[in-house]
């Protein structure tokens, strides 16, 4: 594959899709597969019908209706806004911070009010796809606003430039062992709206000749309904908690070329046993918000991870960041990372990730990795709080976990095989599921409030 260069000169314009070809398939809907020109025309269309308006909070959940309505906003030149989640509350900050942003949606919104203009399917102006051309824009223009998901904490919000959006989609094949397939079709269970899920089902489908079904499966049967309805090669992108109920379904799936998996580390047990039940190598992309995805792995070939081409692994005195020499960015890692080589790292734990009991070190990933491994456990996460919330006792590490036939003692004597006596909970909560967003993520608020309503309970014994 060659690897993408800015231009360096003239007006540094781009094209919305590219490479274009007019008759290729871009999603596969229930209605059949919708071209590259199609989403062209029908975003040409849609494009006089959008308010005047900087900011366009894009709430579609079907793909095409997504890339639609993207496309649309760009040609207006307007920023594309995505939330961290759907609720009110976000829609309402959103609002409150930018009364001049208006939603794009092809469902109800999460609140009422407000400008908003619905994507539908209806079909574009009609005559020869082959007049029909994308948009250039500026390589330098503000494209997206993203928020980060709240798993750290407050979501945030992140600027990205048409350029950054372009060079990271570029690259996916790269990360995730596909520079050999230039036209693979993708199933996502990740939503468009966050990084990984925008990158690997939206802009790979503008900037990387991929197709993707315009459905977000989540469950195991719909998984496989979708795989069913897209052409080999076909590519799962996920995250592991759906990958995990995949693999305890025994749905039976057609042929899948790759799994790709981010939001989380895998361990590598869950990675081989996925391979062995899939059939399919299974990849991970690492990546923040902030940068986009930075590196790839194959999980079951080690713990180390290849940076992106474009981007070089870098430190001075005590920090560490992701250079990307292009762009003339310097963007810090928000994980503990060991530095290979520049193009070469692994990973040690989100910074705010890391415990410190008895003066040993660890992550809470890695705990609740451990934790994962236990025979029974369905869900589970390690948690620390920054205080005692509250709750009139010390800050010590509990577990969160779904297992229904286990016990707090049984997962207690399995952990003490697995880790260090310093990191086994004192406190083991078993819950009917955990508070996870629709990436398989964690958000620290939905975590805290977990606790608060879980742990008094147990204080109070």
């Known amino acids: 594959m060659t690897h993408f260069c800015l231009p360096k000169s003239g007006d540094r314009l781009w094209p919305l899709i590219h490479p274009f070809e007019a008759d290729r398939p871009a999603f596969w809907t ?19 019908r959008l308010p005047d308006r900087p900011f366009a909070i894009n709430y579609s ?8 309505g993207l496309l649309a906003a760009w040609s207006r030149g ?19 911070s930018a009364p001049d942003v208006y939603c794009l949606a092809d469902g109800p919104l999460p609140a009422g009010g407000g400008v908003s203009v619905t994507v539908t399917a209806a079909a574009g102006v009609g005559g020869s796809l082959g007049a029909i051309q994308p948009v250039h824009v500026a390589l330098e223009r503000r494209a997206v606003m993203i928020f980060t998901s709240g798993s750290t904490g407050h979501p945030t919000g992140n600027d990205k430039t048409w350029a950054m959006l372009v060079a990271g989609a570029k690259t996916i094949p790269d990360l995730v062992g596909l520079a050999d397939c230039p036209h693979p079709s993708i199933v996502a269970t990740v939503p468009n709206q966050h990084m990984y899920g925008f990158e690997t089902s939206m802009m790979y489908v503008l900037q990387g000749g991929a197709s993707a079904h315009a459905e977000r499966p989540v469950y195991p049967a ?66 923040f918000t902030e940068a986009g995805s930075v590196a790839g792995r194959r999980t079951t ?29 310097r963007i810090p890692f928000p994980d503990v990372v060991e530095i290979i080589d520049p193009g070469r790292i692994r990973l040690h734990g989100r910074s705010q990730d890391i415990v410190n009991v008895a003066g040993k070190r660890a992550s809470l990933a890695g705990l609740t990795a451990q934790l994962l491994e236990i025979d029974g456990v369905e869900d589970g996460a390690f948690w620390l709080p920054s205080e005692d919330m509250g709750l009139g006792v010390v800050a010590r590490l509990a577990a969160f976990v779904v297992a229904p036939n286990n016990t707090p003692d049984r997962i207690r004597r399995e952990l003490s095989r ?35 309503s ?3 309970r147990h204080a109070a014994k």
């Open 301 to 329: 070939a080690g713990a180390e991870w290849t940076l992106r081409r474009d981007l070089l692994a870098r430190q001075n005195n005590e920090k560490q960041y992701v250079e990307w020499p292009a762009l003339g960015q």
């Open 61 to 68: 959940e079907a793909r095409d209706r997504f890339a639609v």
């Open 222 to 287: 719909d998984i496989a309904r979708c795989l069913r309805d897209v052409p080999s090669p076909r590519v799962l992108v996920t995250t592991p908690v759906h990958l995990r109920a995949l693999i305890e379904s025994g749905c039976a799936l057609p042929e899948i070329d790759r799994i790709v998996s981010a939001t989380a580390l895998l361990s590598e047990d869950l990675a081989g046993a996925a391979e062995r039940r899939l059939k399919a190598p299974v990849w991970e992309i690492y990546g």
């Open 78 to 96: 307007q920023t594309a806004v995505f939330p961290a989640d759907r609720t009110e509350r976000s829609l309402s900050m959103l609002r409150a």
């Open 30 to 48: 229930s209605g059949g597969p919708l071209s590259q020109g199609q989403i062209v025309e029908r975003a040409a269309v849609l494009a006089p």
């Open 418 to 452: 697995r880790m260090d006596p310093a990191f086994i909970p004192r406190t083991i909560v078993q819950v009917e599921a955990l508070p996870r967003n629709a990436t398989g993520k964690l958000p620290q608020e939905s975590l805290r409030q977990l606790a608060a």
């Open 454 to 456: 879980h742990l008094r």
